[in-house]
């Protein structure tokens, strides 16, 4: 049986959604707690109008919700994902403008903790397809601890901090990485996984020595074409392209902390001359060492197609 962690007496609360949250690029607009036992009609009948619903209509909401549901079972049903099944210690995230309806088990009930969610964050993450409306169940979401952050944001509410509490909305930002998690795909450890988790230790720790990423797909046992194509998917670089940014990366932490010669960040870094860094640096950066050091909003790093093997 699910250990229920969450505790609380029941509550729900709506807030008005402050400019001044939307500072933080997120705005909790409603919160809730509650117990639902078997056999009781669902939803109860106490929700501002515009977020009650039935299960035969169903609703459609503004914001982002997300529910975790502790204790119980029922369904969840979205007009991308059709229905599916809600067990004990998963969660499901509602999308804005989403048809949806979702209720416990009657034989079962359930007890709910959820959380509203507006913001231009809400709406990158959207974008950037962190969250799909064709996949709202999110099956590990006690083992991420989804339970833990929602507390937090509950804690908050009931005090009555508003919605101009800067904590409030770290802690619904922090509600949503752990959501991102626990909706990712975790690969099982098979040989090859392993065998590129050991290779991207290697690399990082001897990123500033030479590196022939064909011999250490030899030394792992793997064919360079298969290491090279499986790596580039784990890690998203390209072997030398993984070495390369790791270089570069140190590289700006040593420039961006004092005046060091570009010689002396160069031979730390693992390149042959600072003239090789600035060349690795302009291709990466767009702009030189030199010019990035006096540059207040710094660029970030394009990733350079290539074929090179060995790095120096």
Not at 14 to 30: D, E, N
Not at 150 to 159: D, K, P, Q, S, W
Not at 271 to 300: C, D, I, M, N
Request: net charge positive; aromatic share 10%.
């Amino acid at each position: 049986m699910q250990k229920m962690i969450t505790r609380g007496a029941d509550y729900f609360r709506y807030l008005p959604l402050s400019p001044r949250q939307l500072r933080w690029g997120v705005g909790v607009t409603a919160a809730g707690f509650s117990r639902i036992p078997a056999g009781t009609p669902y939803p109860p009948v106490r929700h501002p109008a515009d977020h009650q619903f039935d299960w035969r209509r169903g609703r459609t909401l503004e914001a982002m919700q997300i529910v975790f549901v502790p204790a119980g079972r029922g369904w969840i049903e979205t007009r991308e994902s059709g229905r599916k099944r809600v067990q004990a210690g998963m969660a499901f995230m509602l999308l804005p403008g989403i048809w949806h309806r979702y209720r416990p088990d009657p034989a079962t009930g359930w007890t709910e903790s959820w959380l509203e969610l507006q913001g231009p964050v809400v709406d990158a993450l959207r974008r950037g397809g962190v969250f799909s409306a064709r996949a709202p169940l999110l099956k590990g979401a006690q083992e991420a601890g989804l339970d833990d952050a929602l507390n937090a944001v509950h804690r908050r509410v009931r005090a009555g901090t508003g919605g101009i509490d800067p904590d409030l909305s770290a802690a619904a930002l922090q509600v949503l990485a752990v959501c991102a998690r626990a909706g990712e795909a975790r690969p099982r450890p098979t040989p090859i996984l392993r065998t590129l988790q050991r290779a991207e230790r290697e690399l990082g720790e001897r990123f500033a020595e030479p590196v022939n990423v064909e011999a250490l797909a030899k030394k792992l046992g793997v064919a360079y074409s298969h290491f090279r194509r499986a790596f580039r998917a784990h890690t998203g670089f390209a072997p030398w392209q993984y070495v390369l940014h790791l270089r570069l990366t140190h590289a700006r932490r040593l420039l961006a902390a004092g005046d060091a010669k570009l010689d002396t960040v160069a031979a730390a870094v693992g390149f042959g001359s600072g003239f090789q860094l600035s060349h690795a640096f302009k291709r990466a950066y767009g702009q030189s060492p030199a010019a990035w050091r006096r540059t207040p909003v710094r660029a970030e790093p394009r990733v350079e197609q290539g074929a090179g093997h060995t790095l120096y």
